[in-house]
């Protein structure tokens, strides 16, 4: 069966909503020896728009550059959020839905081979994506894999084997503990999101200096501690919008922002999608 077939009848819709799709045709001796990529679906998105695609034996490669996504594997049938901008490894063995409520630009890649079944024991089970953490200084080599022409097969293998080999290796390694202090940041930020931060306020706190306190944030939870505030206003906001009657700026207001703007500013960063939007959109 082809690309081209297991796609449909998504291939129109995806057309007609700003996406495309490239099929790579290795050689039966790369495919039987290599990882290698099988097609690359990939352009902007305006939702809401969703497809269904059938169970198949792959792993995606997912570049958000923009706006947010939700990915339903079946038979769970429960939709996970992507909204940060990165890339992340997704598990396209089971059926999958893919929903754009919003605006979306992301690139998928699908890619296949000897060892996949091996790799994919090796990482957590029971999650349909796997973060590739921003900060990772091999991140950006794997931006070639997304080109829409045929690459050196031997270039992708390499790629691939070091994407999931890495992967593997840090779910294996027991995590780093962060320190005492970090941990006390992270919860007071998930619990008090609603009350004023500031680096310098956290600085004096902790008695850290706030580069060094930034620098160790990131390394322990891929984010910065204001990047993670936001991350928590905006989920706590997003919440309002569906359980309350709640208006825009009384929601900015709950959750700490005093400038409705920048509230949907954030909100919009993270969500793809304005308040309004997200308050209107299905569910």
């Given amino acids: 069966m082809t690309i081209e077939e297991n796609y449909t009848p998504s291939l129109s819709l995806l057309s007609k909503s700003g996406m495309n799709l490239t099929s790579f045709h290795p050689e039966a001796e790369v495919r039987d020896s290599l990882l290698h990529r099988i097609a690359l679906e990939w352009g902007s998105v305006t939702g809401p728009v969703s497809y269904y695609a059938p169970q198949r034996r792959a792993l995606g490669l997912l570049r958000l550059k923009s706006g947010s996504l939700h990915l339903t594997l079946f038979p769970s049938g429960i939709p996970a959020p992507l909204s940060e901008s990165g890339l992340y490894l997704v598990d396209c063995r089971p059926a999958r839905r893919m929903l754009v409520r919003g605006r979306a630009e992301y690139a998928l890649l699908l890619f296949d081979g000897p060892g996949l079944d091996f790799f994919c024991?090796?990482?957590p089970q029971g999650m349909p994506f796997w973060r590739i953490p921003p900060a990772a200084p091999w991140a950006g080599d794997l931006l070639p894999l997304f080109g829409k022409k045929?690459?050196?097969?031997?270039?992708?293998?390499m790629l691939l084997t070091g994407l999931l080999s890495r992967l593997a290796l840090a779910h294996a390694l027991p995590p780093e503990t962060a320190p005492a202090y970090l941990e006390d940041i992270k919860s007071r930020?998930?619990?008090?999101?609603?009350?004023?931060?500031s680096l310098a306020a956290l600085e004096e706190k902790y008695r850290v200096n706030r580069y060094r306190l930034?620098?160790?944030?990131?390394?322990?939870?891929?984010?910065?501690?204001?990047?993670?505030l936001h991350r928590m206003r905006v989920q706590a906001a997003r919440s309002l919008l569906v359980e309350t009657n709640l208006k825009v700026h009384e929601i900015s207001y709950e959750v700490g922002y005093e400038n409705v703007n920048h509230f949907i500013a954030h909100f919009r960063k993270l969500t793809g999608l304005t308040p309004r939007e997200y308050r209107l959109s299905p569910r």
């Fill in 121 to 123: 024991r090796q990482l």
């Fill in 189 to 197: 930020l998930e619990t008090h999101y609603y009350e004023s931060f």
């Fill in 214 to 228: 930034c620098r160790e944030f990131k390394s322990h939870y891929r984010t910065s501690p204001l990047q993670y």
């Fill in 150 to 157: 045929e690459e050196s097969p031997i270039l992708c293998h």
